[in-house]
């Protein structure tokens, strides 16, 4: 079983990706729990004051250190955490390897931001790590939690049908996929390579391997100049 916490002030915005398709399967076989806390249930005051202006000025509201700090340490006297993530885009790119080994992992935090982040003390007390999906900025951090989810989920053991399929995805020997084709065999014209349709196994994986050369060559070839390196 592998827990994923997921602290946020906007709880109803990581409702919907859970309860669906592979991940609400995930949970209904009892490979995975995902727990939704809302950060105001953890407000300073009556008022449910969650965030405030930056000390030294400027636009933008604050997450205060103390409703996270609560709510973390709530979790955290219930049961040990391997990882308390949080979502930022100034953290590390999120890449397979990470999602691979990430997903190793039994008990994680995954701590939203919004606004202009959280207090700095929160990142020097309690995270482990950092983690970006990308460079650009998002109004808060659930849809990147929802994003991270999923790309562990997907490779604990039991969660898909056939588990070698989480191991031909793209960029888990950094190369891109393959192209795949399904029924019918010839479209308005359009027809599917003969080597898929021979039945010759060993063919059509040498030839699926030299496509997802090709094909990572052509649209991502720093992925290649990466496994030189």
Known sequence: MTRFDIITCQPHLLTGPFDHSILKRAQDKGLVEVHLHDLRKYAINKHGQI???????????????????KCIRELQAQRTYDAVIYMTPDGQTLNQPMANRLSLLKNIIILCGHYKGVDQRVRDMFVT????????VLSGGELAAAVLADSLIRLI???????????SDSFQDNLLAPPVYSRPADFEGHTVPDILLSGNTPKVEEWRFEQAVQRTHQLRPDLLRDEKN
């Open 51 to 69: 965030d405030d202006y930056a000390f030294g000025g400027g636009a933008g509201m604050v997450l205060m250190v103390e409703p996270i700090a």
């Open 129 to 136: 790590h950092e983690i970006s999906i990308g460079d650009y």
């Open 157 to 167: 053991p039991g969660v898909l049908n056939d588990e070698s399929s989480a191991l």
